[in-house]
């Protein structure tokens, strides 16, 4: 016979069965949660696999429809634009980003007149898919500079809020982008185009599988270390934060996405302003080969997404957003 005190409270009695348990819950995911990226390339009839990213394609215009269609029936609330430009469209200054007939704003005109407001569209704000040094800015001496660069973003925002972004995305990481972007806005009628601030972007090797998927891999010269931030640093992540929502900032990006779990939840903590996580490309690729590349174990993949809910994301961009459906079924 057991004898002994036993504590009045018992948690696990709340753990015992799974009514109880779903009960309690602290956290969950619904397609709500999900922004899907869709990688976009020239041609016709095209779906290119991305060789160091499992399941994940690269698209061409005429294969969009499909996706979206998909997309809005999962549920999603959003989707994120990247495009794989051709090595013959890129050069030192980027032009492309303001060619009104860019892979980007084709996309967005075609979206926009089949789908008007079903689903929402984010584009991301920086150079790096258009430039033949790989780098999101303008370079001089090896240096990418800021407020040169930021100038040439202005443009790209306002372009691509006219072809109809709903939420722009500058990740570029350059000082004092967000207020500029947010007066050109203003003075030019798009007050209610939406601003996503990649607020705290790492200098990450995480990025390897993405960099592939737009073609900057092999063009990128150094690193990004003197602009995207050190991932020794937590302090100046709010910092950087706080700056940014001074500036006008809707929502806020963390990037990466696993490793950072202790920056996302202290900028939630500290700013009780929508955060979005990304669940990048290595990430991903990372979590495919854990699984043995099969993606049938949903658990790990579940696992890995909750923490982002724990730690205070709104919202996570996930390579796995097209198939959340079979993952939370």
Known sequence: MITGKYPSLRLRRSRKNDWSRRLIEENNLTPNDFVLPIFITDGKNKKQPIKSMPNVYRHTLDKLPLIIDKAIKLGLP???LFPNEEKKKKNLLGTEALNENNLVCRALRMIKKKYNDEIGIMCDVALDPYTSHGHDGL???GYVLNDETIEVLINQSLLQAEMGCDILAPSDMMDGRIGKIRKAL?????????ILSYAVKYASSFYGPFRDAVGSKGLLKNNKKNYQMDFKNKDEALREVSLDIKEGADIVMVKPGLPYLDIIKSVKENFKIPVMAYQ??????????AINKDLINKNVIIESLISFKRAGANAIVSYYADRIDKILK
């Open 78 to 80: 959003m989707v994120a």
């Open 139 to 141: 370079i001089k001496d």
């Open 186 to 194: 203003d003075k030019n009628g798009y007050n209610m185009t939406q």
């Open 280 to 289: 990048v490309s290595g990430e991903y690729s990372l979590l495919c080969n």
